[in-house]
Nanobody, 126 residues
Protein backbone atom coordinates (compact mmCIF):
# COMPACT_ATOMS: atom_id res chain seq x y z
CA UNK A 1 0.00 0.00 0.00
CA UNK A 2 0.97 3.64 -0.44
CA UNK A 3 0.28 6.43 2.03
CA UNK A 4 0.50 10.11 1.10
CA UNK A 5 0.50 13.12 3.44
CA UNK A 6 0.41 16.73 2.23
CA UNK A 7 1.64 19.75 4.18
CA UNK A 8 2.59 23.38 3.65
CA UNK A 9 -0.76 24.93 2.91
CA UNK A 10 -1.84 28.21 4.44
CA UNK A 11 -2.88 31.80 3.85
CA UNK A 12 -0.75 33.91 1.52
CA UNK A 13 -1.10 37.32 -0.12
CA UNK A 14 -1.60 37.53 -3.87
CA UNK A 15 1.75 37.61 -5.61
CA UNK A 16 3.41 35.65 -2.84
CA UNK A 17 4.93 32.18 -2.74
CA UNK A 18 4.23 28.91 -0.97
CA UNK A 19 5.74 25.42 -1.04
CA UNK A 20 3.66 22.30 -0.60
CA UNK A 21 5.14 18.93 0.39
CA UNK A 22 3.92 15.40 -0.26
CA UNK A 23 5.49 12.72 1.93
CA UNK A 24 5.01 9.13 0.75
CA UNK A 25 5.41 5.82 2.57
CA UNK A 26 4.57 2.17 2.03
CA UNK A 27 5.11 0.18 -1.15
CA UNK A 28 6.44 3.12 -3.14
CA UNK A 29 7.96 2.33 -6.52
CA UNK A 30 11.25 4.08 -7.26
CA UNK A 31 9.71 5.48 -10.44
CA UNK A 32 6.30 6.30 -8.98
CA UNK A 33 4.25 8.94 -10.77
CA UNK A 34 3.07 11.62 -8.35
CA UNK A 35 0.66 14.43 -9.14
CA UNK A 36 -0.83 17.52 -7.52
CA UNK A 37 -4.56 17.99 -8.03
CA UNK A 38 -6.62 20.87 -6.64
CA UNK A 39 -10.31 21.21 -5.96
CA UNK A 40 -12.72 23.90 -4.85
CA UNK A 41 -15.68 22.52 -2.92
CA UNK A 42 -18.56 21.76 -5.26
CA UNK A 43 -16.46 21.74 -8.42
CA UNK A 44 -14.51 19.15 -10.39
CA UNK A 45 -10.90 18.55 -9.50
CA UNK A 46 -8.23 20.21 -11.63
CA UNK A 47 -4.92 18.68 -12.57
CA UNK A 48 -2.04 20.93 -11.51
CA UNK A 49 1.26 19.13 -12.09
CA UNK A 50 2.90 15.71 -12.04
CA UNK A 51 6.36 14.18 -11.95
CA UNK A 52 7.86 10.76 -12.61
CA UNK A 53 10.31 10.23 -9.73
CA UNK A 54 12.41 7.70 -11.61
CA UNK A 55 13.02 9.77 -14.72
CA UNK A 56 12.16 13.29 -13.61
CA UNK A 57 9.72 14.03 -16.43
CA UNK A 58 7.12 16.66 -15.51
CA UNK A 59 3.81 18.02 -16.74
CA UNK A 60 1.92 21.21 -15.85
CA UNK A 61 -1.55 22.59 -16.35
CA UNK A 62 -1.65 25.68 -18.57
CA UNK A 63 -3.09 27.74 -15.72
CA UNK A 64 0.01 27.26 -13.55
CA UNK A 65 2.78 26.85 -16.11
CA UNK A 66 5.59 29.32 -15.46
CA UNK A 67 4.44 29.97 -11.90
CA UNK A 68 4.46 26.52 -10.27
CA UNK A 69 7.31 24.03 -10.16
CA UNK A 70 7.14 20.38 -9.12
CA UNK A 71 10.29 18.72 -7.80
CA UNK A 72 11.48 15.65 -5.92
CA UNK A 73 13.86 15.20 -3.00
CA UNK A 74 16.67 12.69 -3.46
CA UNK A 75 17.13 11.41 0.09
CA UNK A 76 13.45 11.23 0.97
CA UNK A 77 10.36 10.01 -0.86
CA UNK A 78 8.95 13.52 -0.97
CA UNK A 79 7.53 15.59 -3.82
CA UNK A 80 7.23 19.37 -3.62
CA UNK A 81 5.10 21.96 -5.36
CA UNK A 82 6.77 25.38 -5.34
CA UNK A 83 4.16 28.02 -6.07
CA UNK A 84 5.06 31.59 -7.00
CA UNK A 85 3.09 34.56 -8.25
CA UNK A 86 0.02 33.19 -6.50
CA UNK A 87 -3.37 34.45 -7.60
CA UNK A 88 -6.74 34.46 -5.88
CA UNK A 89 -7.86 31.87 -8.43
CA UNK A 90 -5.29 29.43 -7.01
CA UNK A 91 -7.29 29.15 -3.79
CA UNK A 92 -8.26 25.49 -3.34
CA UNK A 93 -7.55 22.28 -1.47
CA UNK A 94 -4.44 20.73 -2.97
CA UNK A 95 -4.18 16.93 -3.04
CA UNK A 96 -1.18 14.71 -3.64
CA UNK A 97 -1.90 11.60 -5.70
CA UNK A 98 0.14 8.65 -6.97
CA UNK A 99 -0.28 5.95 -9.58
CA UNK A 100 0.10 2.30 -8.61
CA UNK A 101 3.48 0.53 -8.83
CA UNK A 102 4.36 -0.56 -12.33
CA UNK A 103 2.67 2.42 -14.00
CA UNK A 104 5.23 4.95 -15.20
CA UNK A 105 3.28 7.44 -17.30
CA UNK A 106 1.72 10.81 -16.43
CA UNK A 107 -2.04 11.16 -16.83
CA UNK A 108 -4.01 14.40 -16.46
CA UNK A 109 -7.20 12.52 -15.57
CA UNK A 110 -7.69 12.36 -11.80
CA UNK A 111 -9.28 8.90 -11.84
CA UNK A 112 -6.03 7.46 -13.21
CA UNK A 113 -4.39 7.90 -9.80
CA UNK A 114 -4.73 5.14 -7.21
CA UNK A 115 -3.55 6.73 -3.96
CA UNK A 116 -4.55 10.08 -2.46
CA UNK A 117 -3.57 12.23 0.48
CA UNK A 118 -5.97 14.12 2.73
CA UNK A 119 -5.31 17.49 1.09
CA UNK A 120 -3.86 20.79 2.28
CA UNK A 121 -5.72 24.10 2.06
CA UNK A 122 -4.24 27.03 0.14
CA UNK A 123 -5.93 30.41 0.46
CA UNK A 124 -4.70 33.41 -1.53
CA UNK A 125 -5.94 36.81 -0.37
CA UNK A 126 -6.64 39.55 -2.90
Amino acid sequence: QVQLVESGGGLVQAGGSLRLSCAASGRIDSSVVTAWVRQVSGTESEFVAAIIRGGGATSYADSVKGRFNIAKENAKITVYLQMSGLKFEDTAVYYCAARRPGVYTIDRVSTSYDYWGQGTEVTVSS
